[in-house]
């Protein structure tokens, strides 16, 4: 709904709906009403925020381009779930579980995590921001990055290098991690 709105517009960096903001949260009906991204919501039985994402046919951005020299997000977002003591946690196949430990290529989305034209620390998603105030997919769709230098904000795709991690206990719910990145074109 909103991602032609900030297609040519940014604040520090991120893209600023505020229509969008202001009408997924306008009072209907004495409660606030939020609206998924996706036109006709969340395919069936998937909760808003979970499941790999989907690219909506009207974004304005194109999927990300086929490439051979990054790890697939068909295997990232290929995860189950398992009942665990504080909730549902990650369960991990052994070809994720290879990628632990080593130093990895993931093409991915900008979502900063901070203000600003150059970034060390944001989350890359699987599929484009529609409205900075959404969360386009679930912990399976994105890769938390550190980058040793900074990374220059777009919102086009970008692949970034580096020791990857695969959470199994993450306090923030997050299932994959880049440390020491950095960008490669």
Same mark, same amino acid.
């Given at each position: 709904?909103?991602?032609?709105?900030?297609?040519?517009?940014?604040?520090?960096?991120?893209?600023?709906?505020?229509?969008?903001?202001?009408?997924?949260?306008?009072?209907?009906?004495?409660?606030?009403?939020?609206?998924? @991204?996706? @036109? %006709?919501?969340?395919?069936?039985?998937?909760?808003?925020?979970?499941? @790999?994402?989907?690219?909506?046919?009207?974004?304005?951005?194109?999927?990300?381009?086929? &490439?051979?020299?990054?790890?697939?997000?068909?295997?990232?977002?290929?995860?189950?779930?398992?009942? %665990?003591?504080?909730?549902?946690?990650? &369960?991990?196949?052994?070809?994720?579980?290879?990628?632990?430990?080593?130093?990895?290529?993931?093409?991915?989305?900008?979502?900063?995590?901070?203000?600003?034209?150059?970034?060390?620390?944001?989350?890359?998603?699987?599929?484009?921001?529609?409205?900075?105030?959404?969360?386009? %997919? %679930?912990?399976?769709?994105?890769?938390?990055?550190?980058?040793?230098?900074?990374?220059?904000?777009?919102?086009?795709?970008?692949?970034?290098?580096?020791?990857?991690?695969?959470?199994?206990?993450?306090?923030?719910?997050?299932?994959?991690?880049?440390?020491?990145?950095?960008?490669?074109?």
């Amino acid at each position: 709904m909103c991602h032609g709105m900030f297609k040519k517009r940014a604040w520090y960096g991120v893209g600023v709906c505020w229509l969008g903001l202001l009408l997924a949260v306008l009072p209907m009906g004495g409660l606030a009403q939020l609206s998924s @991204p996706v @036109p %006709g919501g969340a395919p069936a039985g998937i909760p808003s925020g979970t499941g @790999p994402g989907v690219h909506s046919p009207n974004s304005p951005f194109k999927p990300l381009p086929q &490439r051979t020299d990054v790890v697939p997000w068909s295997l990232l977002t290929a995860v189950k779930l398992r009942d %665990g003591a504080k909730g549902p946690r990650p &369960r991990f196949n052994p070809e994720q579980q290879a990628l632990n430990g080593k130093v990895q290529r993931i093409q991915g989305f900008m979502m900063p995590l901070e203000p600003g034209e150059r970034q060390k620390h944001f989350l890359l998603s699987s599929v484009p921001l529609t409205c900075s105030f959404c969360v386009p %997919g %679930g912990p399976e769709s994105m890769v938390e990055v550190t980058t040793s230098s900074a990374v220059k904000y777009t919102m086009e795709p970008v692949v970034v290098e580096g020791k990857f991690s695969v959470l199994t206990d993450d306090p923030y719910g997050l299932y994959y991690r880049i440390t020491d990145g950095t960008g490669v074109k």
